[in-house]
């Protein structure tokens, strides 16, 4: 599984990019806003998702661990594609997309390309109140504590290490490592 992918943007389509890392070029799948923040010729570090199909291998790309949270939890559910969801992810921000969810905004969810009324009663129904962590660690730590996850590691696993970590991290990275190092020595 592809879960990040660094290297340089090589070539902008309409709704991807291809970054070129160790050699290979991936076509990456972006919002409209991500796009936009992307240069050809820059570096670029993306958290990814990579779906498989019989006829398709496709990698889509986010900036942040949260966003791509979020992306996951929207293909969950039932009739909701990658491509769907990243039209939903063009709504805004990962906060003010979780809040239109919670407050069941089927009207703005149904105005998204793609998306019908049904669907997004659909989305409302099985992701209100899911998505919210009350008493979450908020920003950076969300970020980490998502990572690990998506490693494999429980959620309360993942926090208490990140607890351990203290604040002499101050980098993603350099918690997300130090987590894992944590996590690592537990296993012994």
Do not use: N
């Amino acid at each position: 599984m592809i879960i990040t992918i660094a290297g340089q943007v090589t070539h902008k389509g309409a709704d991807f990019a291809v970054v070129e890392a160790g050699g290979l070029g991936y076509e990456v799948h972006l919002t409209s806003a991500a796009l936009g923040r992307l240069e050809t010729g820059s570096a670029a570090k993306l958290w990814t998702h990579e779906h498989l199909r019989e006829d398709a291998h496709e990698l889509f790309g986010f900036a942040s661990a949260a966003e791509l949270a979020l992306f996951e939890k929207l293909v969950g559910v039932s009739g909701v594609g990658p491509k769907m969801a990243l039209h939903i992810m063009d709504l805004g921000p990962v906060r003010e997309i979780e809040k239109i969810i919670d407050q069941g905004d089927v009207e703005r969810l149904s105005r998204v390309p793609r998306v019908g009324k049904k669907t997004a009663q659909k989305i409302v129904l099985e992701l209100k109140g899911k998505l919210v962590e009350a008493g979450g660690a908020g920003g950076e730590d969300d970020e980490v504590v998502t990572a690990l996850v998506r490693l494999g590691y429980g959620r309360e696993q993942a926090r208490e290490a990140l607890g351990r970590v203290g604040a002499a991290e101050k980098t993603v990275e350099g918690r997300l490592k130090a987590a894992l190092r944590d996590l690592g020595r537990g296993k012994k």
